[in-house]
T-cell receptor
Framework: SQKIEQNSEALNIQEGKTATLTCNYTNYSPAYLQWYRQDPGRGPVFLLLIRENEKEKRKERLKVTFDTTLKQSLFHITASQPADSATYLCALHGSGNTGKLIFGQGTTLQVKP | DTAVSQTPKYLVTQMGNDKSIKCEQNLGHDTMYWYKQDSKKFLKIMFSYNNKELIINETVPNRFSPKSPDKAHLNLHINSLELGDSAVYFC??????????????FGPGTRLLVL
């Protein structure tokens, strides 16, 4: 069955450094991959979408890569700030045209001042 | 202006009770979803509706019954609540189905605790 894995251990980094989060998937070849941010007590918020034919996508300090050979996406936050502290979820679209997204369990990022 | 709203925000109830959660979106979207997020933070799709038509019905106990009176509303009714139903339930919407290209907009969640 389709499986998505994100590092369940929290990632702690110093302010100003680059945070890199990993999303690996198996038994699947998604055409799209999305990243969401979730703050405690709130719903996920969309950040970026990358297509299978795109190697890289950028938005301000965020960068996402999508390696369909390795079945992996990397999510980078450059010049990280304490306000970037949150849980980051990757999501793959399920097969067919149902709008279904399959989410990873998320990685919690803590940026220390 | 809240794009996707849910009521109630918190729900504490006894085992065996029946409860409903309501969701409304003012984004003009055609598709709405219900997700369950358990204590381990896994976010799992339960149901989706597109223009009031049921599209996704994951393996969810039939104690859970969604209802979409119009495309701006999607409610979730739960019968005979069990301890394992305790979780955060999120409503979401998207413009359409579009095979995974669509951004989903999430509500604030309803925290259900079954005692």
């Amino acid at each position: 069955s389709q499986k998505i894995e994100q590092n369940s251990e929290a990632l702690n980094i110093q302010e100003g450094k680059t945070a890199t989060l990993t999303c690996n998937y198996t038994n699947y070849s998604p055409a799209y991959l999305q990243w969401y941010r979730q703050d405690p007590g709130r719903g996920p918020v969309f950040l970026l979408l990358i297509r299978e034919n795109e190697k890289e996508k950028r938005k301000e300090r965020l960068k996402v890569t999508f390696d369909t050979t390795l079945k992996q996406s990397l999510f980078h936050i450059t010049a990280s700030q304490p306000a970037d502290s949150a849980t980051y979820l990757c999501a793959l679209h399920g097969s067919g045209n149902t709008g279904k997204l399959i989410f990873g369990q998320g990685t919690t990022l803590q940026v220390k001042p | 202006d809240t794009a996707v709203s849910q009521t109630p925000k918190y729900l504490v109830t006894q085992m065996g009770n029946d409860k409903s959660i309501k969701c409304e979106q003012n984004l003009g979207h055609d598709t709405m979803y219900w997700y369950k997020q358990d204590s381990k933070k896994f976010l799992k799709i339960m149901f989706s509706y597109n223009n009031k038509e049921l599209i996704i019905n994951e393996t969810v106990p039939n104690r859970f019954s969604p209802k979409s009176p119009d495309k701006a509303h999607l409610n979730l009714h739960i019968n005979s609540l069990e301890l394992g139903d305790s979780a955060v339930y999120f409503c979401a919407s998207s413009r359409g189905l579009a095979g995974g290209q669509e951004t989903q907009y999430f509500g604030p969640g309803t925290r259900l605790l079954v005692l």
